[in-house]
T-cell receptor
Framework: NAGVTQTPKFRILKIGQSMTLQCAQD?????MYWYRQDPGMGLKLIYY???????DKGEVPNGYNVSRSTTEDFPLRLELAAPSQTSVYFC?????????????FGPGTRLLVL | GNSVTQMEGPVTLSEEAFLTINCTYT??????LFWYVQYPGEGLQLLLK?????DKGSNKGFEATYRKETTSFHLEKGSVQVSDSAVYFC???????????FGGGTRLMVKP
């Protein structure tokens, strides 16, 4: 199993540009998550999904959109990039939402908005 | 709301030294507690977890005990190695939802 994969690894955007961060998992997990990690800060949840066709907002959803058309894929869309979106983005997945459930993380996408 | 507070880093130790990284939390109810580790250039990996008061999570020589009376979950290791150099995140999941709340992370640097 590849686990959770993310592309690209690194990207530079100009203000106002748009892009999609890709995330895929091959563990047949129902739950998927997008986090952002700012320097010296913990991870903050952007959006999550409990299954194909179902998404919900996390703590910091403004400026982002997501979709979940398949169990495997959970892309994150930035429509109008802003410098405040410079961050490292992590995708994660888990089988269920149980309070002991482990989340598995991808390697991250580093985004720089100039 | 829920929150997790970790000691700020970086923590710099010599090989074989004793490690403690402090973590305290604020949450309603009885959360589950986690330590995740992030090695350079990689995503987070679960290191250990505890789901109820007085539980001790352990893995790879690391330990942490769920202390409800002090709302703490400090990470310890008796003898660190250079390969333990990484960023360590304390996190909680409340029993009211499925979201993890993370601390700010503590960078550990172990020198030979």
């Amino acid at each position: 199993n590849a686990g959770v994969t993310q592309t690209p690894k690194f990207r530079i955007l100009k203000i106002g540009q748009s892009m999609t961060l890709q995330c895929a998992q091959d563990m047949n997990h129902n739950y998927m998550y997008w986090y952002r990690q700012d320097p010296g800060m913990g991870l903050k949840l952007i959006y999550y999904s409990v299954g194909a066709g179902i998404t919900d907002k996390g703590e910091v959803p403004n400026g982002y959109n997501v979709s979940r058309s398949t169990t495997e894929d959970f892309p994150l869309r930035l429509e109008l990039a802003a410098p405040s979106q410079t961050s490292v983005y992590f995708c994660a997945s888990s089988y269920s939402s149980g309070d002991t459930e482990t989340q598995y993380f991808g390697p991250g996408t580093r985004l720089l908005v100039l | 709301g829920n929150s997790v507070t970790q000691m700020e880093g970086p923590v710099t130790l010599s090989e074989e030294a004793f490690l403690t990284i402090n973590c305290t939390y604020t949450a309603t109810g009885y959360p589950s507690l986690f330590w995740y580790v992030q090695y350079p250039g990689e995503g987070l990996q679960l290191l250990l977890k505890a789901t109820k008061a007085d539980d001790k999570g352990s893995n790879k020589g690391f330990e942490a005990t769920y202390r409800k009376e002090t709302t703490s979950f400090h990470l310890e290791k008796g003898s660190v190695q250079v390969s333990d150099s990484a960023v360590y995140f304390c996190a909680l999941r409340s029993n009211a939802g499925n979201m993890l709340t993370f601390g700010g992370g503590t960078r550990l640097m172990v020198k030979p």
